[in-house]
């Protein structure tokens, strides 16, 4: 396992006591980041439903989920193996209606929990609405509240073992980064430099390999540089090409998500400029960090930064990540944007994108970072600067 | 776009036929998969809430979505920009508690059926109980309907030009499958094998690149072959490990899985014994196949056949599959287990995926196939046995 038991004692005690102040008997947890962060249970299982039940009574959460993956949970957790249950296949997308928040219910009753107040992951990904009124169904006596954050909140300040992984993905996110760059070129095809950047994400580095990133490697060129999500195709970089590079590699599950921007040929005047107001930008808004500041403040560095050159970006440029599965390695707690007042600590990580489109290209170059005790400090150690091919 | 837009167009149609059927007036299809089959949207966005709004009175769908994902749609999907729509990044993670779905609920009120019938993906993996919850508030006269799989059951059967895709996804898959085999040695790292296997999936073949499969590469190995799902580490492939592989080629979104078994160093008699099992049951049950069976005669034919050595094996031994996203390239309609009278059709496509475990090993050995018109027709060409390395 990648930490010690005591840590993962430490994280659920301290999710008791988030449980306490929300007046909450009971959490069920099923956000895979979640699940792994209270337990060490890490498996591509998510596609079934899935679930810890924390009770305030018992010294353990309890794993259930499909019985294929209860060896593997056998096989990962630092609880003992009572606490791992199973539902069988038959409530796998069940022809005739059974679903897996029946037995969750079971367990809850078992566990003495049905008429108590219990915490729901409302906004999680794999919580489905029918997860939920099956729950609501099934154990009628119970009072549900919306604990989507709950866990969340707790992991927001990291500990020394946590950031030592996180430095791990740092250096796969340097050498991946790295293969991105030295691929791209004219005449290329998107998928090739993929591959490539795959290929470096999962090898890793010389001491150890890397684990599956929560989100693909994207790479929008051209005039895609304006749409951020689209993955790649079979398509040729041309000359001339603005090429978005955004990755991050992953060690047991803990990321380290960096971008940089590449030019296919020689940029233009402007996006040379762009590129210097972003890095400039980037290094103002990571000097102003420090514990004390709040997560809208050092989005308002940078809006006050670029506002001189006569910009606006709209979008919050950053966001607490760490521990995550597919589809998203931020945390969905702290963003660095207006309104958001969360006081940064120490050991807490961030990842910071700003970037500057216009109508012909886009420029995004970004750090994760920790905060310090008086500053922030980059994972990565790569150059802040456009690159030419 | 993969597809003309007139297939897009019968596909919309074939979807409100079903809602016909079913009593529905509009559906809000949030299930990428789904969302990609009608309007061609192809974006790694679905880690933020989005969908489409289907209505019987209007020709074409409404696209929603976050704000920077507005273009990725603009630049994937045959509908008019005016069927377009965005929220802004304040309903992202929203601090203070707004949420997509209330701009979901005021398209659904422009569009005039805020107190109609409206079919919801209840259990499709993004579609939260917050989101669910949501809606209810915010259209209190409306009536929602389960319609989990009602997109879903219009998949089933494939064109054409579907099975090509899943032809050339087959294409990348047997040359992962071989670049796993040959990577898999005693004293290599299962990240460097992962590796390699990545690269080959997402640099496919000489005439085309390859997606992003919906399911990392697994390959449980040595007593881990009994725990499925668990991915990849730094643990070295030792001498006398059995390593089952499963992977899927993948081409515009349409997957082509398969599942092979490596020995490393030579396998004990019984484990060439139980592949041999494995084998010829798996090449049984596919004869079987043919247009008017059903799901669950399929299986039975490998449940006597493995009956006839004294095994049993309880779960599922397939499912129908093509266009998927993370985390699953399975339809979570029609499955081969007792139980599923889903009669097979030509067009059909299955990942039939028998195993054989015991206490020191497990078997899997694996074949995507289409319902032919007399028949099954597996789409890669890759021997059926137990690979010695």
């Keep these: 396992m990648p930490f010690a038991a005591a840590e993962y004692r ?28 209270l337990s ?4 591509w299982s998510f596609y079934v439903h899935q679930g810890l039940v924390v009770t305030l009574d018992h010294d353990q959460p309890v794993w259930i989920g499909r019985e294929m993956d209860a060896n593997g949970a056998k096989a990962t957790v630092w609880l003992d193996h009572e606490n791992i249950r199973h539902y069988t296949d038959e409530y796998v997308h069940s022809p005739v209606g059974k679903h897996p ?43 549900f509240d919306d604990a989507t954050l709950l866990v969340g909140e707790t992991r927001l300040v990291k500990t020394d073992r946590e950031l030592e992984l996180i430095q791990q993905a740092a250096r796969i996110s340097e050498a991946a980064m790295q293969a991105g760059i030295d691929t791209i070129d004219e005449g290329v095809m998107e998928s090739t430099a993929a591959a490539e950047i795959y290929h470096t994400l999962i090898s890793g580095t010389e001491e150890f390999g890397g684990d599956y990133p929560s989100i693909v490697p994207l790479m929008p060129s051209g005039e895609h540089t304006g749409t ?10 041309e000359q001339g090409d603005p090429v978005i590079i955004e990755l991050a590699g992953c060690r047991h599950r803990y990321h380290s998500p960096m971008a940089r921007t590449v030019s296919v040929g020689e940029p233009p005047k402007a996006m040379r400029e ?5 890095v400039e930008g980037l290094n103002a808004t990571l000097d102003f960090v420090r514990p004390g500041v709040t997560a809208e403040e050092v989005e308002r560095v940078w809006r006050e930064f670029i506002a001189k050159h006569g910009l606006e ?12 599965y597919p589809p998203d390695w931020g945390e969905h707690t702290a963003s660095l944007r207006p309104g958001d007042q969360t006081v940064l ?8 994108i700003p970037g500057i489109w216009n109508d012909d290209f886009g420029v995004e170059i970004s750090e994760t970072f920790v ?18 091919k």
Tied chains: 1, 2.
């Design 10 to 37: 430490e994280r659920l005690a301290k999710t008791k006591r988030r449980m306490r102040e929300e007046g909450l008997d009971a959490l069920f947890v099923t956000d895979p980041a979640n699940m792994n962060y």
């Design 40 to 43: 060490g249970y890490d498996g």
């Design 101 to 143: 928040m029946d037995v969750v219910a079971t367990l809850v009753e078992e566990l003495g929990f049905d008429d108590r107040t219990i915490g729901l992951e409302m906004d999680a990904y794999y919580f489905t609405a029918k997860s939920y009124q099956r729950l609501q169904q099934n154990l009628p006596e119970a009072e």
């Design 228 to 237: 951020p999500h689209l993955t790649w195709s079979d398509a040729k970089f």
């Design 274 to 278: 762009t590129a210097e107001v972003v």
């Design 313 to 324: 970006k709209e979008s919050r440029i950053g966001y607490s990540m760490g521990l995550g």
């Design 345 to 352: 600590e120490p050991n807490m990580t961030f990842h910071m």
């Design 371 to 388: 905060v310090t005790k008086d500053g922030a400090e980059a994972f990565a150690d790569f150059p802040r600067e456009l690159f030419v």
